[in-house]
């Protein structure tokens, strides 16, 4: 398998969590959280919150810097701007604004 499938692999990997994803989403409103501040109203022990984390890293969506005792976790865009060129860009952005309006015209009507 080549590097880049690899790659791919695991930023779809720790894409497909939603515990991940919220991490990452914490990350985004506040870069630079401790562990401490990330786990703060997850109703989640640092345990899990390090291994979610983990894969974070290893799918390069999550970087660390350690400042004395303390470790930041800082986002990483670039994996998923890559994921966004190779899988999303090459589609035309009015066919995808086209569909989008019209699944959510069609949701509407069912509810």
């Known amino acids: 398998m080549e ?3 690899m790659d791919d692999d695991k ?3 720790a894409l497909g969590d939603p515990t991940r994803r919220k991490l990452l989403d914490r990350l985004c409103e506040e870069n630079g ?3 401490g501040q990330l786990c703060m109203n997850l109703d989640m022990a640092r345990q899990s ?3 979610h984390l983990g894969i974070l890293e290893a799918a390069n969506l999550v970087s660390t810097v350690k400042r004395g005792r303390e470790k930041r976790h800082f ?3 670039v994996p ?3 994921i966004y060129e190779r899988w999303v860009r090459k589609f035309e952005t009015h066919r995808l604004t086209l569909l989008h309006d019209l699944k959510n015209e069609l949701e ?3 509810k």
């Open 33 to 35: 959280q401790t562990l």
């Open 11 to 13: 930023v779809f990997k």
């Open 80 to 82: 998923l701007h890559d």
């Open 3 to 5: 590097m880049r499938s």
């Open 75 to 77: 986002i990483n865009p």
């Open 49 to 51: 919150a390090t291994q």
């Open 108 to 110: 509407g009507e069912w």
